[in-house]
């Protein structure tokens, strides 16, 4: 089982970044599946969490994130998406997805906002 997420980088302020996250080892039906963060010396926040296709492909966004990230799935390719807009300096922090209700999680992506 492994969980990999891509797309980090260094973006400038008010710009935009695609993180990704691809499953192997284990089917994603029927998983919820979150996105956190973590910048350094501060606790994991989280920042997104998309039901299961069969619940919906409902979204929920911790309040510092929510209406400029978008979390998405497709199941068929095995992939979590999270897509950044709007990004700001404190939202730099490594990210990382995870299965909900598993120890499945990957091993980060480094996200910085910067000018």
């Known amino acids: 089982v492994q969980l990999v997420e891509s797309g980090g980088g260094l973006a400038q302020p008010g710009g935009s970044l695609r993180l990704s996250c691809a499953a192997s080892?284990?089917?994603?039906?029927?998983?919820?599946m979150r996105w956190y963060r973590q910048a350094p010396g501060k606790a994991r926040e989280w920042v997104a969490t998309i039901s299961s296709l069969s619940g919906g492909g409902i979204a929920y966004y911790g309040d510092s994130v929510k209406g400029r990230f978008t979390i998405s799935r497709d199941d068929a390719k095995s992939a979590v998406y999270l897509q950044m807009n709007s990004l700001k300096p404190e939202d730099t922090a490594v990210y990382y997805c995870?299965?909900?209700?598993?120890?499945?999680w990957g091993q980060g992506t480094q996200v910085t906002v910067s000018s």
């Open positions: 080892g284990f089917s994603l039906n029927g998983y919820l």
């Open positions: 995870t299965a909900a209700n598993t120890n499945y």
